[in-house]
């Protein structure tokens, strides 16, 4: 391993949060970003087999317990959390037509949406205030989280499940034709689009 890579693995160890090459690269001070990205890469390469991996989340890299691990870390028993169908739909929206603000969630689910529900997803750590529409009245607009792609295994919102991908793991109701409709039929496989008065809480179960 070559000394750029060293220092490269010494900094990410150290953070106390996920890092850009960028940031990597002004951390070290005279190193290159593509060098930098190179260095990730290789480090990547060499950790993928061991019990530590490093992993790129929204171009954030950061390491973590190589999935096959984890259960033998978790000292307590995990609460299992499910997302009511009205947070699902909004997250689902939210996260295949970021930025949206609420009047446009609205429109595309054809029901009002309950404040609480962008509550949840944001104490969740999924989505976002990302701004306000430059129009009149300047509504609040949301987005998802690297959090949130983090949670699903996502490097980034190019890797989301297309309509055929979502029914066939069986979270998407064949017989529905609502969400079909909301998910804007055959055009979502190849755009990867999607919009997914119940309820807006977790559920525990």
Not at 33 to 61: F, H, T
């Amino acid at each position: 391993m070559d000394t750029l890579a060293r220092a490269v693995e010494a900094a990410l160890f150290a953070a106390e949060e996920p890092m850009t090459a960028e940031a990597i690269a002004g951390f070290l001070g005279d190193a290159a970003v593509g060098d930098v990205r190179a260095a990730l890469r290789q480090l990547a390469e060499d950790y993928a087999p061991r019990g530590i991996q490093l992993v790129e989340r929204a171009k954030r890299w950061h390491f973590e317990t190589a999935p096959d691990l984890a259960h033998l870390l978790r000292r307590e028993k995990e609460q299992l959390r499910r997302l009511s169908r009205a947070a699902t739909e909004v997250l689902a929206i939210i996260a295949y037509h970021e930025p949206v603000s609420r009047a446009e969630i609205e429109s595309i689910r054809g029901v009002q949406t309950s404040g609480g529900t962008l509550d949840v997803l944001m104490e969740a750590g999924w989505v976002k205030i990302a701004g306000r529409r430059e129009v009149p009245g300047r509504p609040t607009i949301y987005a998802t989280t690297p959090e949130f792609l983090e949670h699903f295994g996502l490097a980034s919102r190019r890797d989301l499940p297309g309509i055929a991908e979502l029914r066939a793991t069986g979270l998407l109701d064949p017989v529905e034709d609502a969400y079909e409709e909301l998910m804007g039929g055959d055009e979502a496989d190849a755009a990867h689009e999607t919009a997914a008065h119940d309820d807006p809480e977790i559920d525990e179960g």
